[in-house]
């Protein structure tokens, strides 16, 4: 197959519990202290976490946000991610918190766009259709 | 051009198979539509959208449309994908840090 495939996945150990990592997941304070690609800039977190949520994380002028499709604390988030600066569609990101024997493995899998959801494939849809009437 | 108009466009099975195919070489359009059981204009329609999204030129000379496949989308499709995987992997590097740095 030639096209491509826009999923992949990231594979991290950390030495601490499921529950500290799921929280730098979900508290903005502890969220704000590594989402941003950079120091400088004020950050600032609002989740509301439960399944049909918002989030949004604004870095300055940059902005990012989504809505829960997945809440399991502490050992699984499901969110939709879209940049506010493009138009690309969102994307969906999991994220799978499991204790193992040397810490706690974080599994993140960011899913293609439009892949198997309806949903995501209306999303697009509704893109595809602005553009042409805009 | 727009990630999402050519995702959009790879949704329907038979364009992305007709990309595919694209991506082996040009094709005249009744080359494309031949393994698929349906009307001549039911794939040009196809390969309209395509066109639209940017996957593929279609040129005509004299009474044969010949499709071909443009380099661009791959590249794109190739470049936003490094840029999220970037995203992920240093705000995973970051989470270690911070979670290091605060302590248990």
């Known amino acids: 197959m030639t096209v491509p495939d826009l999923s992949f996945t990231l594979d991290r150990t950390y030495a601490a519990s499921a529950d500290r990592i799921y929280a730098y997941f979900t508290d903005p304070d502890l969220m704000a202290r590594w989402f941003c690609p950079n120091p400088e800039l004020p950050t600032t977190c609002a989740l509301d976490v439960r399944p049909g949520g918002a989030w949004r994380v604004v870095m300055g002028d940059w902005v990012v946000g989504g809505s829960y ?66 | 051009m727009t990630i999402a108009l050519l995702c959009a466009a790879l949704g329907d099975p038979t364009r992305a198979d007709m990309v595919d195919r694209l991506a082996r070489g040009p094709a005249s359009l009744s080359e494309l539509a031949a393994p698929y059981p349906m009307t001549l204009t039911a794939a040009r329609k196809h390969v309209g959208v395509l ?29 936003w994908l490094s840029d999220r995987r970037a995203f992920w992997s240093s705000a995973l590097d970051r989470l270690g840090s911070a979670l290091e740095r605060d302590g248990s």
């Open chain 2, 51 to 79: 066109v639209d999204a940017g996957w593929v030129d279609r040129r005509k000379s004299g009474r044969v449309v010949t499709c071909r496949l443009r380099p661009e989308p791959l590249g794109e499709l190739e470049g």
């Open chain 1, 69 to 134: 499709l997945q809440v399991e604390p502490p050992h699984r988030l499901v969110f939709t991610f879209d940049w506010e600066h493009d138009t690309d569609g969102p994307t969906t990101v999991t994220v799978d918190i499991t204790p193992v024997a040397d810490g706690t493995r974080l599994v993140l899998a960011h899913e293609e766009l439009g892949g198997s959801g309806h949903e995501e494939g209306w999303a697009l849809s509704f893109v595809r259709l602005d553009q042409q009437l805009g």
